[in-house]
């Protein structure tokens, strides 16, 4: 090894900011104490006065988009939000926080493990950011055209395809929901066609495309869209694993060794 | 768009499922009480503990491969060198915060670890390392210099972004002395992808006064022991846990709020100025040209004032119209809405209401404004009949006569406020209850004339709500008092309604695309006694 640089640690001094900034919350100082906070602004706007005049729903769009949403932006989102409440018990997120629940796991840690799986890049959370690219670069262009193209070459679309071998009856059901909104936007419609034109093919919507496409009408970031499905999913997924925090571990299968193989 | 039930499916992919329901196919291994553990084609138990290294067995748990006890040592040294104590560090800072928080030390040692999954420190970074060097050496191999590789890479503040070398916060890296001194220890030949990550960094050095950091020494030799970049990321996945557990512990034991406390004034606000809340306001000149209209007249008090204020908060740009200056005014100003002043017994300021939305698109009539008189039939006199016909009948048709060109270029809706005194019939109110008898009559004929240009027409019928209209009757409160009283025993729902509860009706009603000519009742039952 070359002695020179390598091993002589030298500090780069790199200037680091004084202080944390942000554009989201304010804490007021309270008068006699500086840890306290008096008040807080979300925005600019008083907590204490969108507890009192506002959504939880338009407050949640408040701390990503910086601004209220207007009314059709709002039901839109919040139909989103109820359609993804709940990723179901079958789905792995939720296997997960079962396991959680039914190994006596401090209910502390459901939530977190939930998300974790939540944010997987298969039928889950880490597909929306793709997708929501997919969906902004492709809404200008034929859908049929499209998905012809990626069937013929055998090439996924984020947020569609098929699940367990078929259509997502479901994910295509909220879609067709949520486009009937007076706040559908391009993407929406547009993946209404293009899973229109995948029916044939026993492929269509899935449920992070779904989701993609609304919060990509609606404005948020693509790289905030795996955070938001987590956040979406995760009160079914934590309901899920506390239901069966109380049960024995007997209630949930333990796979027997005669159906377990070992192939290699 | 045509939705079908039908999946498509392919049988071929629900057979496979069905055949692997219930049962666990591994390719690694598992657990067989009574017969053994396995893993990777080793009984656990029989070759492994005890007689393997903890970090041959991470390896194998990883990889599949076995390697030697002293290459797992070097890499036991390697997961030494990520284990310091220091919480500047990101991930470690996680578990001092955590610490500080009271989490449990499992939880805080998971999310630092959890942390390292990063695109600029941790072990994220070892994939790029591994990447890079396996690339730099093909490129080597077909005649490209270190120099030439170096020149090749993309730069940030004039210096080359290579995942491995310049070290951030600090220049030079004492970890990878330690790592070397293990592997000069043990005689590992330097294989040609280190022999090419030293060449890297002598061009660093001379050019750039800067080195190769721990991630571009352990990806070097890693990729000359054969290891893919995901293979050297599943290996390290746990390189940290240990420095969080330590500053996990380190906070757990001082006071709460101690670790690095911050005053409000800590953190830089730099967002929006403090702003009241507005019921609805329009983001941008789209939303603008989609807000929808309405006039709510009679909306400075009772349910028209509700009204006003339910539709402002749905999104609507209101403007709500009355008799009384002054009082117009105030309402206005309390719900954020325009207001014109008008007597609806008024031609003339009918006209003047209909002039506002002349050219405008309105989606949202209600014809609220409404007066009641009760006075025994004996002593109604021609003026009387003239005053309560003229504001509750005559006023709002004209309304609609003079809105009909705004109404019909939004397909908008009207809903008629009248009363169930109409159908009920109640002593000394007759003026009333054949005003707006009148109402709801005009209402059925409007909504047929009115249907093929989309402009929907129907009523509400409140019964009784406690609203100041009860005040203007002429009574005195003694009476009034008496009268409520009495009234509620014949209400099925034993109350007066508010005028929150006629105003959710009124906007339901008016977003009812499917329904015209239609009188609705919102009074606690009235209607079927």
């Known amino acids: 090894m070359q002695e020179k640089n390598t091993n002589q640690v030298r ?69 989103l939000m109820i359609a993804l409440i709940n990723p179901g018990p079958r789905h792995p997120a939720t296997r997960a926080a079962m396991n959680a629940g039914i190994g006596k796991t401090d209910p502390a840690h459901i939530l977190p493990i939930g998300a974790a799986l939540l944010g997987g890049e298969y039928h889950s959370g880490g597909l929306v950011e793709e997708a929501m690219r997919f969906l902004r670069k492709q809404q200008n262009q034929d859908a049929a055209v499209c998905a012809a193209a990626h069937v013929e070459s055998s090439t996924p679309i984020p947020g569609f395809g098929a699940y367990y071998g078929g259509i997502d009856l479901l994910a295509n059901k909220h879609a067709a929901q949520l486009a009937q909104l007076p706040g559908a936007g391009k993407a929406l419609k547009w993946g209404m066609q293009l899973s229109y034109a995948l029916e ?65 | 768009m045509g939705m079908s039930e039908k999946t498509f499916s392919d049988q071929h992919i629900i057979d496979t499922l069905n055949a692997r329901r219930g049962k666990i196919i591994s390719k690694t291994g598992g657990w067989f009480p009574g017969k053994g553990v396995f893993s990777h084609g080793y009984s656990m138990m029989d070759d ?14 990883a990889t599949g491969k076995m390697i030697s006890t002293e290459f797992a040592h070097w890499i036991e040294v390697g997961y030494s060198c990520l284990s310091w104590p220091d919480p500047r560090i990101w991930c470690n800072q996680i578990g001092a915060l955590a610490g500080g928080a009271r989490t449990s030390a499992i939880a805080a040692t998971a999310m630092g670890v959890l942390a390292t999954d990063s695109r600029t420190y941790g072990v994220y970074p070892l994939k790029e390392g591994v990447q890079f060097i396996q690339t730099a050496l093909a490129s080597h191999q077909q005649g490209l210099s270190a120099e030439q590789i170096v020149a090749n890479v993309p730069s940030r503040g004039g210096k080359p972004l290579i995942v491995g070398y310049i070290r951030p916060i600090a220049k030079g890296d004492e970890r990878i002395r330690a790592m070397a001194s293990i592997a000069e220890g043990y005689g590992f030949p330097v294989g040609p992808h280190l022999e090419l990550a030293m060449a890297i960094e002598g061009v660093l050095q001379e050019k750039y006064d800067e080195g190769m950091n721990v991630n571009g020494y352990v ?35 001082q006071a709460p709020d101690t670790f690095l406390p911050l005053r409000c004034d800590d953190i830089d606000y730099q967002g929006v100025a403090v702003r009241p809340i507005p019921d609805f306001q329009p983001t941008n000149q789209r939303e603008l040209a989609m ?126 406020v009248s009363s169930a005194v109409v159908n009920n019939g109640l002593a000394n109110a007759v003026l009333y209850a054949a005003s707006k008898g009148a109402l709801e009559a005009a209402t059925k004929s ?14 509400v019928s409140p019964g009784a709500i406690d609203t100041p209209i009860i005040t203007k009757f002429g009574l005195d409160e003694q009476t009034i008092a008496a009268a409520k009283a009495h009234m509620e025993t014949q209400i099925p729902l034993r109350r007066y309604g508010k005028a929150e509860e006629v105003a959710e009706i009124i906007a339901a009603q008016l977003e009812s695309s499917y329904t015209t000519g239609a009188i609705w009742a919102v009074d606690g039952g009235v209607n079927v006694t």
Not at chain 2, 446 to 459: D, G, Q, S, T
């Open chain 2, 291 to 416: 807000q929808k209209i309405a006039l709510v007249t009679g909306g400075n008090s009772g349910i028209g004032y509700a009204t006003a204020k339910l539709l402002k908060a749905r999104g609507y740009a209101v403007t709500i119209s009355g008799r009384n200056a002054q009082r117009v005014a105030e309402a206005a100003n309390e719900l954020g809405v325009d207001a014109v002043v008008a007597d609806m017994a008024n031609p003339a300021d009918v006209a003047r209401l209909a002039s506002h939305f002349q050219g405008k698109a309105l989606n949202a009539l209600v014809n609220n404004a409404g007066i009641a008189r009760f006075i025994p039939m004996q002593f109604c006199s021609a003026a009387d009949f003239d005053e309560v016909m003229n504001t509750n009948v005559r006023g709002p048709l004209d309304l609609i006569k003079g809105l009909l060109p705004a109404l019909e270029k939004a397909k908008g809706s009207i809903t008629n």
């Open chain 2, 219 to 253: 990806s070097a030799v890693m990729a000359d022991h054969g290891f893919s970049p995901d293979e050297v990321y599943q290996i390290f996945t746990t390189l940290v846990a240990s420095g969080v557990t330590a500053c996990y512990l380190d906070t757990y034991h």
């Open chain 2, 48 to 61: 492994l503990v005890g007689k393997k290294s903890y970090f041959q067995i991470v390896v194998l748990n």
């Open chain 1, 11 to 79: 500090s780069r001094n790199e200037i680091f900011a004084e202080r944390t900034s942000t554009k989201i919350y304010l804490e007021q100082p309270s008068d006699d104490n500086p840890y306290i906070a008096s008040a807080a602004f979300c925005h600019g706007y008083d907590v204490s006065e969108l507890m009192a005049k506002r959504s939880f729903t338009d407050v949640f769009y408040l701390l990503f988009r910086g601004e209220l949403p207007a009314p059709d932006e709002v039901q839109i989102l919040q139909q």
């Open chain 2, 446 to 459: 409007l909504a047929i004339e009115l249907a093929p240009v989309n402009v929907r027409v129907n009523a």
């Open chain 1, 200 to 264: 044939a093919k026993g492929m269509g919507w899935l449920m992070p495309g779904v989701a993609s496409a609304v919060l990509s009408d609606l404005g948020f970031q693509p790289k905030a869209g795996v955070c938001l499905y987590q956040l979406m999913g995760a009160p079914g997924v934590v309901a899920h694993g506390l239901e069966l925090a109380n049960k024995p571990i007997t209630a949930m299968p333990f796979v027997s060794d005669e159906n377990y193989f070992i192939e290699r």
